[in-house]
């Protein structure tokens, strides 16, 4: 295992000694890409296992993405060859649309009922949400996205609602009919996800500067959708520790919040040693081969 850097930008790289450079094409990479840096985790399909992970943190603003080209240059792991290549960008820039609505003709008109592109900078991809049978319309920077596409022969690109609306829907078959509220937090938005009755309600994001602001837009949904705070459960993904002021803000008007234990769908090989903290933070990009 290497950790390198001081607390707040460390490097970590892990390795199990069951991976095998020479067997590479039977493997998945998962990459996601954030205002944080990049991270990128390696299964092993016939056992179901994360064989490697490694977190990069670092910010860039630059258009041209130089840290991420480094990278790509320089980390060995993203230079072999794969099986499948699963590229996660983490963004607020996404919309849904239920399958019966969508027309992919019409895929930027449809981006622009929540959001719009003003310049030639951006691409839109799309990619269909299986459970919701709905399809995620997201936008990435072309500079990007033209680095991914050539750095990998064959690529799949997905944006964070994929995995998150994919779990929180395979979670629920598993539970009691209920209402539930899921919100995934990041730096400066957070995801929410609303389910009624193991059905999925809405997905949106919105983004945020402080706590006040998170809790009035959670308070906010509450009141659009006429949802019982005493009935609906809400489940906080994204965070671990129990004193994040977000958390302690929200409980204090919604007593049914709770920070949940993201379900995995794949294992992690024991000698990678990944934190509980890691994999909640990192959850999106853990449970995004599921939507393979």
Same mark, same amino acid.
């Given at each position: *295992?290497?950790?390198?850097?001081?607390? &707040?930008?460390?490097?970590?790289?892990?390795?199990?000694?069951?991976?095998?450079?020479?067997?590479?094409?039977? $493997?998945?990479?998962?990459?996601?890409?954030?205002?944080?840096?990049?991270?990128?985790?390696?299964?092993?399909?016939?056992?179901?296992? $994360?064989?490697?992970?490694?977190?990069?943190?670092?910010?860039?603003?630059?258009?041209?993405?130089?840290?991420?080209?480094?990278?790509?240059?320089?980390?060995?792991?993203?230079?072999?060859?794969?099986?499948?290549?699963?590229?996660?960008?983490?963004?607020?820039?996404?919309?849904? +649309?239920?399958?019966?609505?969508?027309?992919?003709?019409?895929?930027?008109?449809?981006?622009?009922?929540?959001?719009?592109?003003?310049?030639?900078?951006?691409?839109?991809?799309?990619? /269909?949400? /299986?459970?919701?049978?709905?399809?995620?319309?997201?936008?990435?920077?072309?500079?990007?996205?033209?680095?991914?596409?050539?750095?990998?022969?064959?690529?799949?690109?997905?944006?964070?609602?994929?995995?998150? +609306?994919?779990?929180?829907?395979?979670?629920?078959?598993?539970?009691?009919?209920?209402?539930?509220?899921?919100?995934?937090?990041?730096?400066?938005?957070?995801?929410?996800?609303?389910?009624?009755?193991?059905?999925?309600?809405?997905?949106?994001?919105?983004?945020?500067?402080?706590? &006040?602001?998170?809790?009035?837009?959670?308070?906010?949904?509450?009141?659009?959708?006429? *949802?019982?705070?005493?009935?609906? /459960?809400?489940?906080?993904?994204?965070?671990?520790?129990?004193?994040?002021? &977000?958390? +302690?803000?929200?409980?204090? $008007?919604?007593?049914?919040?709770?920070?949940?234990?993201?379900?995995?769908?794949?294992?992690?090989?024991?000698?990678? /040693?990944?934190?509980?903290?890691?994999?909640?933070?990192?959850?999106?990009?853990?449970?995004?081969?599921?939507?393979?």
């Amino acid at each position: *295992m290497l950790v390198t850097g001081n607390s &707040n930008m460390t490097k970590t790289y892990v390795v199990s000694p069951s991976f095998d450079e020479s067997i590479t094409t039977s $493997y998945f990479l998962s990459i996601r890409s954030a205002s944080d840096g990049l991270s990128f985790c390696v299964l092993d399909p016939v056992t179901n296992t $994360y064989i490697a992970y490694a977190d990069i943190p670092f910010r860039d603003t630059s258009t041209d993405h130089i840290k991420t080209q480094e990278l790509l240059i320089t980390e060995k792991l993203l230079n072999l060859p794969y099986k499948k290549v699963l590229f996660m960008i983490e963004t607020p820039y996404a919309t849904l +649309v239920p399958s019966a609505l969508y027309d992919p003709a019409k895929k930027r008109e449809l981006y622009n009922l929540n959001h719009s592109i003003t310049t030639d900078d951006w691409i839109l991809k799309d990619q /269909k949400i /299986k459970m919701a049978d709905a399809w995620n319309i997201f936008a990435i920077p072309k500079f990007l996205y033209y680095l991914i596409s050539n750095q990998f022969d064959s690529v799949s690109f997905y944006q964070q609602y994929s995995p998150f +609306v994919e779990g929180c829907l395979l979670s629920a078959q598993n539970q009691k009919q209920e209402n539930s509220i899921h919100i995934n937090l990041h730096q400066n938005f957070f995801d929410i996800v609303v389910m009624e009755s193991r059905s999925l309600k809405l997905c949106n994001s919105f983004k945020f500067t402080n706590t &006040n602001d998170f809790v009035y837009f959670v308070l906010f949904a509450f009141e659009q959708l006429k *949802m019982s705070t005493d009935n609906t /459960k809400i489940h906080l993904h994204g965070i671990y520790d129990r004193q994040n002021p &977000n958390y +302690v803000a929200l409980k204090n $008007y919604l007593r049914n919040t709770k920070i949940t234990d993201s379900s995995f769908h794949f294992n992690f090989s024991d000698t990678l /040693k990944i934190k509980e903290q890691v994999k909640q933070e990192h959850h999106n990009l853990f449970n995004l081969a599921i939507c393979v």
